[in-house]
Nanobody
Framework: QVQLVESGGGLVRPGESLRLSCTAS????????MGWFRQAPGKEREFVAA???????????HYTDSVKGRFTISRDGDKNTVSLQMNSLKPEDTAVYYC?????????????????????WGQGTQVTVSW
């Protein structure tokens, strides 16, 4: 049984940093896309960042425009862990953050933003940015 377990959420002030981590168990995702989505109250779930295996030890990284330059996604360890380093946090980053993994190895860049292309999801971790 596949499980994705997130950690690292919390309450921070604007301008501060947080690091989210997500570890998958039950199968290997080393050659498959993994990413992060978020959902704020009253809003739809939206894409934040994702990584995609492109061969050898290389992964491409993709971000939504609002987090470029502030957030960094990485694949760690045996590549079944995906982390999101979030710097210069803003109140509008407040949301529940979800880790996601796809069972489609060949997911193209244009498909990575769409949550329907991810088959496995974590339970979510709350990130609150407030004074």
């Amino acid at each position: 049984q596949v499980q994705l377990v997130e950690s690292g959420g919390g309450l921070v002030r604007p301008g501060e940093s947080l690091r989210l981590s997500c570890t998958a168990s039950g199968r290997s995702f080393s050659n498959y896309p993994m990413g992060w989505f978020r959902q704020a109250p009253g809003k739809e779930r939206e894409f934040v960042a994702a990584t995609r295996w492109i061969g050898g030890a290389a992964y491409s990284k993709h971000y939504t425009d609002s987090v470029k330059g502030r957030f960094t996604i990485s694949r760690d360890g045996d590549k079944n862990t995906v982390s999101l380093q979030m710097n210069s946090l803003k109140p509008e980053d407040t949301a529940v953050y979800y880790c996601a993994a796809s069972s489609t190895r060949g997911l193209i860049v244009g498909q990575m933003w769409n949550p329907v292309n991810y088959d496995f999801w974590g339970q979510g971790t709350q990130v609150t940015v407030s004074w």
